[in-house]
T-cell receptor, first 115, second 115 residues
């Protein structure tokens, strides 16, 4: 597609429920990143995927968070047993190549509200 | 790991004046420094970037300067317009080898251009 697509754009869930967020990167982009942005704050790295290499999960805040990506296509971020502190905008970005440090192209994000 | 500090957190300028946002980074191995603009309800958008082999880069009304010795870089916007109002993020990234692959972001600057 023309840009990075994320769905849903908004999600309200009850505390304790599981949620799944989806990211469609730009076609041909080998690297895909997930970031979390709490209200009024900066971007917090969660995880990134580069081609078929093992993902860098060093930013995941707890074992309730996990992410998958099949090849160089869609990625899903799953949050199990959601807590109120998980409320944030979850941003996905893709880039052509990590090695060249190309700038990211971000999606519009998924706004998650845990009530 | 990398740590990026950004100042100021908020900045108001009169239309037509210049705006300057400053960032410092901690990892001397970082070699790529992009700037992103985030409008309300949207994902961050890359507006300019600089690599460590140059000290300054300009694109129309925006410019970025880099001082590797002091480990700081700045965004300069001249002749500001109301549509420049947004949150601006700086970021830093190291070379692809090793663990420094993802961008580390500053906490953001809310720029308001007053008509």
């Amino acid at each position: 597609g023309a840009g990075v697509s994320q769905s849903p754009s908004n999600k309200v869930t009850e505390k304790g429920k599981d949620v799944e967020l989806r990211c469609d990167p730009i076609s041909g982009h080998t690297a895909l990143y997930w970031y979390r942005q709490r209200l009024g704050q900066g971007l917090e790295f969660l995880i990134y995927f580069q081609g078929n290499s093992a993902p860098d999960k060093s930013g995941l805040p707890s074992d309730r968070f996990s992410a998958e990506r099949t090849g160089e296509s869609v990625s899903t971020l799953t949050i199990q047993r959601t807590q109120q502190e998980d409320s944030a905008v979850y941003l996905c970005a893709s880039s052509p190549s990590v090695g060249d440090n190309y700038g990211y192209t971000f999606g519009s994000g998924t706004r998650l509200t845990v009530v | 790991g990398e740590n990026v500090e950004q100042h100021p957190s908020t900045l108001s300028v009169q239309e037509g004046d210049s705006a300057v946002i400053k960032c410092t980074y901690s990892d001397s191995a970082s070699n790529y420094f992009p700037w992103y603009k985030q409008e309300l309800g949207k994902g961050p958008q890359l507006i300019i970037d600089i690599r460590s082999n140059v000290g300054e880069k300009k694109d129309q009304r925006i410019a970025v300067t880099l001082n590797k010795t002091a480990k700081h870089f700045s965004l300069h916007i001249t002749e500001t317009q109301p549509e420049d109002s947004a949150v601006y993020f700086c970021a830093a990234s190291g070379p692809s080898s090793g663990s420094a692959r993802q961008l580390t972001f500053g906490s953001g600057t809310q720029l308001t251009v007053l008509p």
